[in-house]
Each structure stands twice: as C-alpha cells, then as structure tokens.
C-alpha cells in the first residue's frame, strides 16, 4: 500500500511555509490502519516488548492498537497537566520555546522494555523527551514506530541509538 497517496497534503498550516502532512486519511480507512499495524507489528515483532506508549495525541492510536496486536498494555505521554496522580514531567525545547510532557509515575516499572508510537517524527524534541521520561521510570526503549518522518528536520539525530521505524519518508 502506497500511504503516501493516502496522506493529504495542506500547504501553508498552522502557519505561511509549512506543509502539514495529514494523516486523518490513513485514520480513515481501515486497509490503511490494518496496513500500518501491519507493518510496524512485522518490524518488531522479534523484539522485546512489555509495553507500548504512545505519545499525544495521534501516537494513542498506533500505540492502542499495536498493544492489541502484541497483547502488552499500554501507557500515555502527555502534555503536562492532562494526567492524573502523581507524574514524572520533562520540559523540553521545541521549535519556537519550550514544551512539557509527562508521564504516570507508575506507568512503566524498572527493566520494562517499552515500544513508543507516534504520528509524526519532525525534529525529534518530542519523541527524545518520551524516552528519556521512559527512561527516568527505569524503562528500556525497545524503539520508535512513526508513521510520517520529515527527514529533512533531522529529528533521528535527537534520537541517536534508538531504532527508529518510518514507514513514509518525505525529504
């Protein structure tokens, strides 16, 4: 299956240069998801995994429905102030400022090897922040599942060691 063909294209979003890469197409049909599953699944299915985390908002889904495939639990990384109880959080800079993103102090327990999924890998600030915050917990980072990279932002750099999964690669 060709998801680049599936995958809209919005030039200038959120703001004038950018194009956004929309993947509410692929959410849509479900041979696209059943594919991307799929895909991730065969990838890493040699691997060592306890646990999925997905990362907010998109990286839910992936996560959710590999946790199924893979019959492991799964855990979220958010935005600061959107988890309940106590939480491990870790600001991070991000294009223009900072961001935080948190994690359930009890989300992963030590030793746990963790797969996280997200949308969309860009310059790597979000998804380093997710395993360094795995990481704080006592988790190992099994790798990263993206559905979309902009290479062209570099964000494996920020990701260094990880194994990364891209399944569509714009340049």
Known sequence: MN??????????????????????PVLKDPNAIKFVIDQFYEFYKNRKIDLLAGIESRGFIFASILAVRFGKGCVMIRKQGKLPGKTVSLEYDIEYGSATMEIQQDAV????NVLIADDL???????????????????????????????????????????????????
């Not at 327990?109 to 746990?112: V, Y």
Request: aromatic residues 10%; proline residues 3%.
């Open 121 to 171: 890998l860009a310059t790597g600030g979000t998804a380093r922040a997710a395993a360094q915050l795995i990481e704080r917990l006592g988790g190992k980072v099994s790798g990263f599942a993206f559905v979309v990279e902009l290479a062209a932002l570099n964000g494996r750099d920020l990701i260094k060691g990880y194994e990364v999964h891209s399944l569509v690669t714009y340049t």
């Open 109 to 112: 327990s030590r030793g746990e």
């Open 3 to 24: 998801l680049k063909s599936i995958i809209r294209e919005f030039p200038d979003f959120p703001k004038a240069g950018i194009i956004f890469r929309d993947i509410s």
